[in-house]
């Protein structure tokens, strides 16, 4: 088993920036065999939707037409940690978002909208 710890959410103002991350815990094995790590977001009412994900082997990234050239996912293997970068941050963006890891491809969990794992969540809100 893995668990998802997520932080760096907060309150921001429209154009500002915020940095998330995910650190991943739990047995070697576990860890070890995630390729597809990545973030999703919830508003208020709405579904859950896709934002970007991440293959930890290969760096290749998948991102939402609405979050692209935005934000942007990077690894730190080592630390077995991803981090979402989001800059010219919207009003629309504010949700709560969660981390997800995924022994499957970044690709299968942009389609499935699955995961094998998934964060607590955190809070990203952007003032007008």
């Known amino acids: 088993q893995a668990q998802l710890v997520e932080s760096g959410g907060g309150l921001v103002q429209a154009g500002g920036s915020l940095r998330l991350s995910c650190a991943a815990s739990?047995?070697?094995?576990?860890?070890?065999?995630?390729?597809?790590m990545g973030w999703f977001r919830q508003a208020p009412g709405k579904e859950r939707e896709f934002v970007g994900a991440i293959s930890r082997s290969s760096g290749v990234t998948y991102y939402a037409d609405s979050v692209k050239g935005r934000f942007t996912i990077s690894r730190d293997n080592a630390k077995n940690t991803v981090y979402l970068q989001m800059d010219s941050l919207k009003p629309e963006d504010t949700a709560v978002y969660y981390c997800?890891?995924?022994?499957?491809?970044?690709?299968?969990?942009?389609?499935?909208?699955?995961?094998?794992?998934w964060g607590q969540g955190t809070q990203v809100t952007v003032s007008s």
């Open positions: 739990g047995s070697t094995f576990s860890i070890f065999n995630i390729d597809g």
């Open positions: 997800a890891a995924s022994y499957s491809s970044p690709d299968y969990v942009m389609r499935t909208m699955t995961a094998d794992y």
